[in-house]
T-cell receptor
Framework: DAGVIQSPRHEVTEMGQEVTLRCKPI?????LFWYRQTMMRGLELLIY????????DSGMPEDRFSAKMPNASFSTLKIQPSEPRDSAVYFC???????????FGPGTRLTVT | AQTVTQSQPEMSVQEAETVTLSCTYD???????LFWYKQPPSRQMILVIR??????QNATENRFSVNFQKAAKSFSLKISDSQLGDAAMYFC????????????FGQGTRLTINP
């Protein structure tokens, strides 16, 4: 299996632009998580899905952030408009019901100038 | 809400020596899982070891072992025979056994291995 796939690996954009991060979970996994890693706040959960349905979005910082999972093999995290404070590494992870482990993707490093 | 605390921002150890990374957590739940993740410079998150709270026996994975003290809410990671490839950020994480599947992470400990 290829593991969790994220794209792009790096994104540099200007303040005010729309940014879309993409994730393909491991086939057969029914949980998908979006985490954000910053120096100030560490690793924090933004949102997670179960069977494509958002279960907990309490970590989404504000209305500028939105996430979707239109099918079992694809999810997006969108930031519109982006701000410099959104600069971070964004991880996607997936898991299967009944398993302990979450499998992380390689992350997307986002820089907003 | 659950919290995880790693009080050592940085640690260093000589190659082949043993090092212990500390982690404490706060929860009112009785059933949960604890994890140690490794993040090398490649930034890939790698699961090192896990512990189920209902198990009294400490988990071991080759050179990695934990000291799980449920009453004290402590979960330390011991790395024996440290190798250069062990250099990384190490994160302690908590997950409820019921309901929420999300991981709650500590702030991390940067481990340096001195040759």
């Amino acid at each position: 299996d290829a593991g969790v796939i994220q794209s792009p690996r790096h994104e540099v954009t200007e303040m005010g632009q729309e940014v879309t991060l993409r994730c393909k979970p491991i086939s057969g996994h029914d949980y998908l998580f979006w985490y954000r890693q910053t120096m100030m706040r560490g690793l924090e959960l933004l949102i997670y899905f179960n069977n494509n349905v958002p279960i907990d979005d309490s970590g989404m910082p504000e209305d500028r952030f939105s996430a979707k999972m239109p099918n079992a093999s694809f999810s997006t995290l969108k930031i519109q408009p982006s701000e410099p404070r959104d600069s971070a590494v964004y991880f996607c992870a997936s898991a299967v019901q009944g398993s302990y482990e979450q499998y992380f993707g390689p992350g997307t490093r986002l820089t907003v100038t | 809400a659950q919290t995880v605390t790693q009080s050592q921002p940085e640690m260093s150890v000589q190659e082949a020596e043993t090092v212990t990374l500390s982690c404490t957590y706060d929860t009112s739940e009785s059933d949960y899982y604890l994890f140690w993740y490794k993040q090398p410079p490649s930034r890939q998150m790698i699961l090192v070891i896990r512990q189920e709270a209902y198990k009294q026996q400490n988990a071991t994975e080759n050179r990695f072992s934990v000291n799980f003290q449920k009453a004290a809410k402590s979960f330390s990671l011991k790395i024996s025979d440290s190798q250069l490839g062990d250099a990384a950020m190490y994160f302690c994480a908590y997950r409820s056994a019921l309901g929420a599947q999300k991981l709650v992470f500590g702030q991390g400990t940067r481990l340096t291995i001195n040759p």
